[in-house]
């Protein structure tokens, strides 16, 4: 016991290869946590700073595994309780406002307006490119395919683009600094699938159509153009920063 009647801080039958420092818990913290999940976290974490300890004096040069939990009981009961939450939301929102149904179709009359559901607008402005099929004079200024026929192989080619894509790409880059260059093609494409799905709402969208039309093509080009400046400038020194750190927690021999 020392002079101010605190219990000393020592290890708990350990090896004493940790040594007792402001991060680590007194001898009767460690014995209040006899059960549940406090107690199996910090076993697992003091497993997993032994073990550390001892790779550190044993070599020169340690490689650091990354620190994590267990599956059960820590992800389990984590993701259970989210998912209950949510759960528990859902319910209460549709119990509290219901939806409203209107009255039923009258299947006698054509709607004003015909679109298919929000996430197919895409597609659906595909169908619109009529203005892009080429008329050949050769064939005394008659298109060479129709234009639902052009609508549904654009549908074919942007699928098809984006199915190669992980083929073309086969880098080992996480985060978008790292490539660019392909950074900038997703938000090309995200975007672009945001005009498209603007031009095939056109009927209802408070805008000239010839820019719409314009915006829908230019607008893609815009946004990658200035993704692949901005990440250019940064990579740079995210590089410089990610080489310090990597060697920092795995120093050479």
Do not use: C
Not at 23 to 46: D, M, N, V
Not at 117 to 125: M, P, V
Not at 137 to 153: C, F, H, I, N, P
Not at 166 to 174: M, T, V
């Amino acid at each position: 016991m020392s002079d101010d009647n605190q219990p000393d801080a020592r290890t708990d039958g350990g090896t004493g290869i940790v040594p007792p420092d402001d991060e680590t818990p007194t001898w009767s913290e460690r014995k209040s946590r006899r059960a549940g999940l406090p107690r199996l976290t910090y076993e697992y974490f003091e497993r997993a700073r032994r073990e550390d300890q001892d790779l550190r004096e044993q070599s020169t040069y340690v490689e650091r595994d990354v620190l994590g939990f267990p599956t059960w009981p820590h992800e389990l009961i984590r993701n259970l309780a989210l998912t209950s939450f949510f759960v528990g939301m859902l319910l209460l929102l549709s119990a509290t406002l219901p939806p409203h149904i209107g009255n039923p179709a009258n299947p006698s009359s054509t709607p004003a307006i015909i679109l298919p559901d929000w996430y197919l607008y895409w597609s659906f402005g595909l169908l619109k490119l009529g203005d892009l099929n080429p008329a050949i004079s050769l064939l005394g200024e008659q298109k060479l395919m129709a234009d639902r026929t052009y609508g549904v192989l654009a549908n074919v080619v942007i699928v098809g683009a984006i199915a190669i894509v992980p083929f073309l790409n086969k880098g080992s880059a996480r985060r978008p600094v790292e490539q660019p260059f392909w950074a900038a093609v997703g938000m090309g494409g995200v975007t672009f699938a945001f005009t498209i799905s603007m031009l095939s709402i056109q009927n209802i969208m408070p805008m000239n159509v010839s820019l719409l039309f314009d915006l829908t093509f230019l607008a893609p080009l815009v946004v990658g153009a200035i993704t692949y400046a901005v990440l250019k400038t940064m990579r740079e020194g995210y590089m410089y920063d990610l080489n310090r750190r990597y060697y920092r927690l795995r120093p050479p021999k």
